[in-house]
């Protein structure tokens, strides 16, 4: 795919893991437009999603979404915290996030952190490049987070599925970094803890 494919991929998407609303229902015919006009397998996935949301009452999406999204650690949609978990790395991480958001001109509301899969995409549609490179490096979490949202059975996990289509597949580096995320989960934080504590994960 060409960057102006990728980034029209990239925005359809970043709109369709925000939390749904009547502006989203809205622009779902705009939405299955640009999805059509995409790859195969990078557009039919969108087309899945966009069959769901308009298919299931707005209430009963928006429940799915909390259910799914906020309730459920494996799917998470902030991406700092596969690599992180709630570590004080995590802060430098975002930190760094929001300079190179700055760097590009984009700026925040206070209320958005710069590490939401949906804020992530945003920037790679407006900056390809550096976007790309962004979702490359997180591309461990990303993948559990696609799998996570399969083994539920949940109607975003084609959303992921278009992700992943626009991404060079996983390196073998990538791949035991999934394996462990799945096995391990994110770090936690241990500094300050007696040693040999038994730390919850």
């Known amino acids: 795919m060409n960057d102006r494919r990728k980034a029209a991929a990239w925005q359809a998407q970043s709109l369709l893991l925000g939390y749904p609303d009547e502006e989203l229902i809205g622009r779902a015919a705009l939405l299955r ?21 308009t298919g299931t009452p707005l209430p009963q999406l928006a429940a799915d ?3 799914t999204f906020d309730h459920r650690r494996r799917c998470c949609l902030y991406l700092t915290y596969y690599a992180h ?21 984009l ?10 899969l949906a804020v ?25 987070l696609r799998l996570a949202l399969h083994d539920g059975g949940s109607p975003w996990a084609p959303v992921l599925d278009s992700v992943s289509a626009t991404l060079p597949p996983l390196a073998g580096d990538q791949r035991l970094a ?6 391990q989960g994110p770090p936690a934080e241990r500094v300050g803890l007696a040693p ?5 994960r």
């Open 120 to 144: 992530v995409l945003e920037f790679a549609a407006a900056t390809p490049a550096a976007g790309a490179e962004l979702l490359v490096e997180h591309r461990a979490g990303l993948e559990l």
């Open 85 to 105: 978990g709630d570590t004080r790395n995590r802060g430098m991480a975002l930190l760094s996030l929001k300079q190179t958001y700055a760097a590009a001109g």
């Open 33 to 53: 437009s640009v999805a059509a006009a995409l790859d195969e397998p990078v557009g039919a996935p969108l087309r899945r999603f966009l069959d769901h949301a």
């Open 196 to 200: 040999f504590e038994r730390v919850s």
């Open 65 to 67: 979404y909390v259910a």
């Open 107 to 116: 700026r925040l509301g206070d209320d958005e952190l710069p590490d939401h």
């Open 178 to 183: 999934t394996a462990r995320l799945a096995a």
